[in-house]
């Protein structure tokens, strides 16, 4: 099977390269410039924290406030999947607060949460965004809530 037969069976794969990269790039490393060479201009937030602005700037507000929160973030992909021209991405954000957050004050606490995100990418750029967040970890994790007991 030619390269470019694969290719046309595995379209989603190109796509799902740039939300890796973008993932890796600007959660993992903290390198905020990729938000404007890999989101279009036009970019949509679908579901942006209170208080953010749904494009860009609303994003580099938030990755800028979660690496002061937390400055070792990385992110871990667990599960991704692509239809046409969406992406699926599951994954963990695990840091150490040492910043504050949300107004709270840093706890020196390790702090995981998962995230579902849904992105669409056209052209290799990504347009819009759409995401699930488990807030109750988040926020057990920084001691706003106390901690699910099992």
Known sequence: ????????????????????????????????????TMMSVGFVDHSPLPGLSPDRDGVRALFGALRTAFPDLQATIHDQLADGDRVVTRKTLAGTHRGPFLGLPPTGNHVAFDVIDILRVVDGKIHEHWCVVDRLALLAGVGAVPAPTR
């Open 1 to 36: 099977m030619s390269e470019t037969t694969l290719r046309e069976l595995t379209p989603g794969e190109d796509n799902k390269a740039v939300v890796r990269r973008f993932v890796d790039e600007a959660q993992s490393r903290g390198n905020l410039a990729v938000i404007d």
